[in-house]
């Protein structure tokens, strides 16, 4: 009898770590940074998949775009605690399936140390390092309620310590911060059920990737959607291109 127990739960846990996470197709997902580019590609798209979408912008009174696709529209910056603990008020009791950790910055003017602007370093880590977390902790009791509890962070291959040709030193820097701190989440959440992984979008026409990137917005984000359909729970903590080949940290 012992041993038909021990067999059926390495089963079941075999299943659990194969099975996609986001099979659904009725939840609800929270996008940050959701009133342009990628972040307002991801609201199109996952609608399009029939998802319940709540988009964040830090100025929804000029979010044009975001409100016409019909989508759920909050006020969030997540460099400021303070606008991060009202939508977590405003959101109490809604459950939330998938978080889309998408809001960030760049500064492309400390490629050097001579360059180096300590205040827009600063300002770099709040927003791209510490606004996700600020905003996963927020947010957590609602990803607890939620089905799927998936945690997407959007992060760049520029972040890769092993992969790092230098320059743009706080991007990099915050990027890298933004890694190990969804490290960290994954182990802690994964006794829950939680999935959590960095992606890189690839290098994509936006106005932070520029003109001379390979990659359009749609395809960018169809190809990172493609991964999230098929993650499962043995999954988390990885680190994965938008084309979903693992890349190293």
């Not at 990628?38 to 100025?59: D, M």
């Not at 957590?140 to 945690?151: H, R, V, W, Y």
């Amino acid at each position: 009898m012992r041993m038909h127990v021990s067999v059926t739960a390495l089963l079941l846990l075999c299943l659990s770590l194969a099975t996609p996470v986001w099979a659904a197709k009725d939840g609800t997902v929270l996008v940050t940074g959701a009133n342009r580019g990628l972040g307002l590609e991801f609201v199109k798209q996952l609608q399009e998949k029939g998802y319940k979408v709540i988009g964040t912008a830090r100025k929804p009174g000029s979010a044009t775009e975001l409100k016409a696709t019909g989508a759920r529209v909050e006020q969030l910056d997540v460099a400021s605690q303070s606008s991060v603990d009202a939508l977590a008020n405003t959101l109490k009791g809604v459950p939330i399936d998938m978080l889309i950790n998408n809001a960030g910055v760049a500064n492309r003017a400390d490629s050097s140390l001579e360059t180096l602007d300590f205040d827009a370093m600063e300002r770099t880590f709040q927003v791209n390092s510490l606004g996700p977390l600020r905003v996963t902790q927020a947010l957590l009791p609602n990803l607890k309620a939620g089905q799927q509890k998936s945690i997407i962070n959007i992060t760049s291959r520029l972040g890769s310590i092993e992969l790092s040709t230098g320059g743009l030193y706080s991007y990099r820097t915050s990027k890298t911060a933004l890694n190990q701190i969804n490290k960290i989440i994954s182990q802690e959440l994964a006794p829950l059920g939680f999935t959590s992984i960095v992606m890189h979008p690839g290098w994509v026409k936006t106005d932070m990737g520029g003109a001379e990137a390979t990659l359009t917005i749609p395809e960018s984000i169809s190809g990172m959607l493609s991964v999230i359909d098929g993650l499962s729970a043995g999954k988390t903590g990885k680190f994965f291109n938008y084309d979903g080949q693992e890349i190293p940290w």
